[in-house]
């Protein structure tokens, strides 16, 4: 599961697959996305266009 969401596939999809709600798997692999935030405010700057 951290796999999947370390590449970027939605917590909702990787909760249905995993039989778990969205707020579980948050709880169990919220530290498995550590160290991500560079990569993630790349994509809110591209979002954003800034």
């Not at 994509?43 to 954003?48: A, D, Q, R, S």
Request: net charge neutral; aromatic share 4%.
């Amino acid at each position: 599961m951290s796999l999947w969401l370390n590449a970027g596939v939605p917590a909702p999809e990787v909760a249905k697959r995993a039989g778990h709600s969205v707020d579980v798997l948050l709880r169990v692999y919220a530290k498995c996305m550590d160290g991500q935030q560079e990569h993630v405010n790349s994509k809110i700057n591209n979002v954003l266009d800034v």
